[in-house]
Nanobody
């Protein structure tokens, strides 16, 4: 069983930056892929980014590509989402997810394989 706790959310002005952290506990992370998903008010869940267990493969949604970077530090049991050049459309609750699974180009749209989820971190982009 894996427990995930997100932090780093908050209020930021358009054009600003935030870095979300997801600390995992309860198991060795080496074999887990991780993903970040978000849900904006009144909208469905959207896959933002995911990273393979080795860290060698990552995918991004078109809406964040070039602005967001996912990374992992297994020594610290932590996965990060660095978000730059934020826009109001990025406002959402961001969820960290993990699973013993491969990541594929379809992973962000299906969420397949991610069975562990955090409680979410609120990100608001507003002037």
């Amino acid at each position: 069983q894996l427990q995930l706790v997100e932090s780093g959310g908050g209020l930021v002005q358009p054009g600003g930056s935030l870095r979300l952290s997801c600390v995992a506990s309860g198991s060795v992370l080496d074999y887990y892929a991780f993903g970040w998903f978000r849900q904006a008010p009144g909208k469905g869940r959207e896959g933002v980014s995911c990273i393979s267990s080795s860290g060698g493969i990552s995918y991004y949604s078109d809406s964040v590509k070039g602005r967001f970077t996912i990374s992992r530090d297994d020594a610290k049991n932590t996965v990060y989402l660095s978000m730059n050049n934020l826009i109001p459309e990025d406002t959402a609750i961001y969820y960290c997810a993990a699973g013993y699974t491969a990541v594929l180009p379809t992973t962000l749209s299906t969420g397949a394989g991610f069975v562990f989820w955090g409680q979410g971190a609120n990100v608001t982009v507003s002037s």
